[in-house]
């Protein structure tokens, strides 16, 4: 069993920065490979970034490439989602996520655990 709690998100002006960060409790955590997803108000959730069990492989989606770092440090349970050059339409809840192969994804299906969200608002 692993639990998430994501925390960092806010208000911002575009062109600024976040940093995203999830805690993740169990022992396994550092198997688990680890994504970001966002929802906005009357879309569906899509995929933001993704990185592997390792840290060697990171995957991101072609709207945050370049702009979005996804990160973890397995010492302390963490993952993290650096987030640059922000615009209006990165808006939304972000939610971090789990799955136990270790692999990741961009596909919410294969993932297994999940924490709350946290709101992310960019102004113009």
């Known amino acids: 069993q692993v639990q998430l709690v994501e925390s960092g998100g806010g208000l911002v002006q575009a062109g600024g920065s976040l940093r995203l960060s999830c805690a993740a409790s169990g022992r396994t955590f550092t198997t688990y490979g680890m994504g970001w997803f966002r929802q906005a108000p009357g879309k569906e959730r899509e995929f933001v970034a993704a990185?592997?069990?390792?840290?060697?492989?990171?995957y991101y989606a072609d709207s945050v490439k370049g702009r979005f770092t996804i990160s973890r440090d397995n010492a302390k349970n963490t993952v993290y989602l650096q987030m640059n050059s922000l615009k209006p339409e990165d808006t939304a809840i972000y939610y971090c996520?789990?799955?136990?192969?270790?692999?990741?994804?961009?596909?919410?299906?294969?993932?297994?655990?999940w924490g709350q969200g946290t709101q992310v608002t960019v102004s113009s």
């Open positions: 990185i592997t069990w390792t840290g060697r492989r990171t």
């Open positions: 996520a789990a799955e136990r192969t270790g692999v990741s994804g961009t596909d919410p299906k294969s993932y297994d655990y």
